[in-house]
Nanobody, 124 residues
Framework: QVQLVESGGGLVQAGGSLRLSCAAS????????KGWFRQAPGKEREFVAA????????DYANSVVGRFIISRDHAKDTTYLQMNSLKPEDTAVYFC?????????????????WGQGTQVTVSP
């Protein structure tokens, strides 16, 4: 059984920063691609960022390039999403995900494992 637990969400003013964390437990998925998705009210879930198991390859949605940074710590089996220069349109529930392919995550929005999500609210 695999569990992904997100933390770090909250309320922040536009221009501020937040760091989300995603801790994995249960069966080891250290060699999986890890990623982040988000879903705003009334909208479909969308890809945000992903990182390869080695940490050497990352990919981002165009809307967050230059503002968000994804990273991972294998020793802690934890993935992070550093979010800077936040905008009100970044308001959403953010989900951690684990899969075997960055391309699949980004192009189809699919993932083998999902977290429960953490709310991020950016006020104007």
């Amino acid at each position: 059984q695999v569990q992904l637990v997100e933390s770090g969400g909250g309320l922040v003013q536009a221009g501020g920063s937040l760091r989300l964390s995603c801790a994995a437990s249960g069966r080891s998925i250290r060699f999986y691609v890890k990623g982040w998705f988000r879903q705003a009210p009334g909208k479909e879930r969308e890809f945000v960022a992903a990182i390869s198991w080695s940490g050497t390859i990352t990919d981002y949605a165009n809307s967050v390039v230059g503002r968000f940074i994804i990273s991972r710590d294998h020793a802690k089996d934890t993935t992070y999403l550093q979010m800077n220069s936040l905008k009100p349109e970044d308001t959403a529930v953010y989900f951690c995900a684990a899969h075997d392919s960055i391309a699949t995550m980004k192009q189809s929005g699919e993932s083998e494992y999902w977290g429960q999500g953490t709310q991020v609210t950016v006020s104007p």
